[in-house]
């Protein structure tokens, strides 16, 4: 392709985008293994909820229509689950992410990020051409919420994680709630993995006009496959956001899996029982320190180790873990590991306790 067009590209593509997992495939196929275990993206490992897959199969007969704009059942679904919110929807909770600092955020303007955290916050609002402010965590991975509060001032949009991806680190909403109060733009705060922990925040939508509360069905309601989240809104704020979104944005056959899922929430708990269980077993049975969290996932620190050396020693011997090298703001030392089924979390504990 000729230089004179590739320049073309904006600056900011011509750099490292998000940084995925190495797929099952490769790493199978390098090493000669017939299955892995799958252990780097904090998926859901029961398949889905046998009420998703049918809501989807009925779903089918009205795919050559264009899906309900509103996403109406869906919300009807998830005015069932939780009550009386406002909600939005989006391909993924990425999508919900991207439209938020769509809506909020003019080129040059600040966006504040708690790191080390999820990548995906910074990459999006500098799409948007945003100034990104990552305001570090505390050396235990708390938030310190004074520190916080003084560097995000005059952002648009500010980002936390909790329980945060990657470390686990769960903030109370009473630290929610401080920065919430004192924040003139928007607080966006990540629950993506809130059904593992014991927290919960909702209520908090009920005093804040400047509080976002994303979530999504990829992780506890195994719908990953799907591209659907969704967020608690401000009613304010609702319109907007559909204004700002793009058309059709969730497709008819996600919203009918992610309406599907709601309805099973035998599936819900028995995820989250396999879960805590083996995190209590990861705690009890790793050799290397394990950091306290609230998530599907552990954070492993791997010193004298780094996390890539780990990481690739580890599928090396078939098992699949995320090297936080590539999280903003953290050292080279980390692995996450999520909880798979019952073999993938058995191989994964005597691969590394190999490794120590
Ligand atoms: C997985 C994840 C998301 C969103 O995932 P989607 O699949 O886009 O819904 C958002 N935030 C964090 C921290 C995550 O780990």
């Not at 390098?30 to 998703?52: C, H, I, M």
């Not at 089918?60 to 996403?71: A, L, N, V």
């Not at 080390?116 to 402010?133: C, D, H, R, W």
Request: contains cysteine.
């Amino acid at each position: 392709m000729p230089q004179s067009v590739k320049s073309l590209v904006r600056e900011i593509y011509q750099q490292e985008g998000y940084v995925y997992a190495r797929s099952p495939e490769e790493i199978a196929k390098t090493y000669g293994f017939t299955q892995v275990a799958r252990l780097a993206s904090n998926e859901n490992p029961f398949g889905p909820s046998p009420k998703a897959v049918a809501a989807v199969q009925e779903a089918t007969r009205t795919m050559h229509r264009y899906p309900d704009t509103g996403s109406g059942d869906l919300v009807h679904a998830l005015n069932e689950y939780h009550g009386d919110f406002e909600f939005v929807t989006g391909v993924g909770m990425d999508g919900v992410i991207e439209t938020c600092i769509r809506v909020l955020v003019n080129p040059g303007e600040k966006v504040a990020i708690s790191v080390p955290t999820f990548s995906f916050y910074g990459l999006a609002a500098k799409a948007q051409g945003a100034e990104v402010i990552n305001i570090p965590r505390r050396n235990d991975f708390s938030v310190d919420v004074d520190a916080f509060i003084t560097a995000a001032k005059g952002a648009k949009i500010s980002f936390l994680c909790s329980p945060n991806n990657p470390t686990g680190t769960l903030t109370s909403p009473e630290d929610i709630e401080r920065i919430a109060d004192a924040l003139e733009g928007v607080l966006f705060l990540d629950n993506a993995y809130v059904e593992f922990s014991d927290l919960d925040y909702r209520d908090l939508m009920h005093r804040h006009e400047n509080l976002i509360i994303g979530r999504t069905m990829s992780k506890v309601f195994g719908l990953a496959g799907c591209r659907i989240g969704y967020a608690f809104i401000p009613s304010w704020l609702k319109p907007i956001y559909a204004t700002a979104a793009t058309p059709f944005t969730v497709n008819t056959l996600s919203l009918a899996a992610a309406t599907g899922a709601l309805t099973d929430q035998e599936y819900v708990e028995r995820s989250i029982s396999h879960v805590r269980s083996w995190i209590q077993k990861f705690r009890t049975t790793c050799k290397m320190p394990v950091l306290p969290g609230g998530a599907n996932f552990v954070m492993i620190d791997t010193a004298p180790k780094t996390g890539d050396e780990c990481a690739k020693a580890l599928a090396e011997r078939g098992v699949i873990v995320r090297s936080c090298r590539s999280f903003p703001g953290l050292a080279d030392h980390y692995i996450r590991v999520c909880v798979g089924e019952d073999w993938e979390c058995e191989q994964f504990l005597t691969e590394i306790n190999r490794l120590c």
